[in-house]
């Protein structure tokens, strides 16, 4: 025999009803709970003024400090006496030191004996490479023209190797390179005019040493007279 149920006995038949109900009261809750808002609370203070009749007030007694008037200016005397002046003042004259046309300059007469009179020598440069007779170096002393050049520039290299020191400093920092010297021997055969043009002012310096120490030579000739012999040469410094 087949048991029948009866559908209103059926407990699972509205239990998605309850379950939305249930969900949308715990969501209202929720949502109360999260706009919730507290305040504190304020308390009021109330302040009684007390109104103070017959206030009086004492007020310090001043004193006006009189001060007297100035005196009054003197009076103008009622006779003004009048004083000649009977001395005599020398005036000075002084004259003016302007010259005219109509102004006369007294002729004085010059002679030649009473004036110094000197010529200035005017220095001749002549290149090295072009001059009659090169300067004398100390030790090529009687050669021939040709050879003399020659012995000018081997003395001028053995004098830049025996004088020759590297600066210390430039050591340390490891500076190298070529100084390109330019400098004269004047007409009396002293070295002058040097200028160096290097990679830095050490080594520039250390060449101007070495040619500045050259000796003193016997003075090129141009014309069978004196005059001054530029030359330049190039000083290597070079690090080993």
């Known amino acids: 025999m087949q048991v029948k149920k009866n559908p209103k006995a059926d407990l699972n038949r509205d239990s998605g009803l309850y379950f939305v109900i249930g969900l949308t009261v715990v969501l209202f809750l929720t949502w109360r709970a999260l706009e919730w808002k507290s305040y ?3 308390q009021e203070e109330i ?3 007390v109104q103070v009749d017959n206030l009086n007030e004492e007020a310090p007694v001043t004193e006006q400090v009189r001060t007297q008037p100035p005196p009054p200016p003197p009076a103008a005397p009622e006779v003004i006496e009048v004083i000649e002046d009977t001395e005599e003042i020398e005036e000075t004259v002084i004259e ?3 010259i005219t046309q109509e102004t006369v300059i007294a002729d004085v007469d010059l002679d030649a004996s009473d004036l110094d009179t000197f010529e200035a020598e005017e220095e001749i440069s002549v290149p090295f490479a072009i001059i009659e007779e090169v300067p004398v170096f100390p030790g090529c002393e009687g050669m021939s023209a040709a050879d003399q050049r020659v012995c000018f520039q081997q003395k001028i290299q053995e004098h830049i190797a025996k004088h020759f020191k590297y600066p210390d400093t ?5 500076i190298q390179g070529k100084v390109y010297v330019l400098f004269a021997i004047g007409s009396n055969g002293k070295v002058t005019d040097i200028v160096t043009r290097g990679p830095d002012r050490i080594l520039e310096k250390e060449a101007h040493r070495i040619i500045a120490s050259l000796p003193q030579m016997k003075p090129g000739r141009q014309r069978n007279r004196n005059v001054k012999v530029p030359y330049s040469i190039p000083i290597n410094f070079k690090l080993m």
């Open 47 to 49: 302040v009684q003024l």
């Open 170 to 174: 430039a050591l340390e920092l490891g």
């Open 40 to 42: 504190d609370s304020v």
């Open 96 to 98: 003016s030191t302007e």
